[in-house]
């Protein structure tokens, strides 16, 4: 199957012209605004979910854990939620890592999370260290729109070592 059979399991036709496309979802819309919507909502609860215990997926760090945060996520939007995509993407004619290459990028992206004592840094080191590994975990594999404030919930998951020793301020 070529890279334009592949795009018919992402994309349907938009509300938004002839021509337009936006991703397929499990709610049947058509217009990217209300989809915008209702994933953010969708994916908020779900978030809350891994945040307070309520959902909880084996903290292994690796691959198969951060497609684990995408499936309980997107579960509620998008069949495919959860699965590496197998097109090669981009927005704003920046183009995302090419499909191919998602499991080792991601993989040495997890290693990099393990290989971070995050047990013995204090507040500076933690903000410091933090930022480049929810990048990298990210940003070249899909758009920054879908991953905002929910990459949190796997990059939160690596720090967790750091237990209660740290109270918010």
């Known amino acids: 199957m070529g890279q334009e ?3 018919d399991a992402y994309l349907w036709p938009s509300d ?3 021509g337009a496309t936006m991703l397929r979802n499990k709610y049947g819309l058509h217009d990217r605004a209300a989809l915008t ?3 953010y909502d969708e994916t908020t609860d779900r978030s809350l979910e891994l945040a307070t215990g309520q959902a909880q997926l084996p903290q292994t760090r690796d691959t198969a854990h951060l497609k684990a945060v995408h499936q309980h996520l997107f579960q509620d939007v998008y ?3 959860g699965k590496y995509r197998d097109v090669n993407m ?8 090419d499909y191919r290459h998602l499991d080792e990028w991601l993989g ?3 290693e990099q999370i393990r ?7 204090d507040h500076g080191q933690f903000a410091a260290a933090t930022p480049p590994v929810s990048r990298r975990s990210t940003m070249p594999t899909h758009s920054g729109r879908a ?3 929910r990459r949190g919930s796997f990059c939160s998951s690596a720090p967790a070592a750091v237990g209660s020793r740290w109270t918010s301020r």
Do not use: I, M, V
Not at 90 to 97: A, C, N, Q, S, V
Not at 115 to 121: E, G, Q, R, V
């Open 5 to 7: 059979e592949n795009w």
């Open 16 to 18: 938004d012209g002839p």
């Open 37 to 39: 919507q209702r994933e």
């Open 79 to 81: 069949e495919w939620a």
């Open 90 to 97: 981009e927005k704003g004619g920046r183009p995302f890592l």
């Open 108 to 110: 040495q992206s997890c």
């Open 115 to 121: 290989a971070t004592h995050w047990s013995s840094l």
């Open 147 to 149: 991953t905002g404030g």
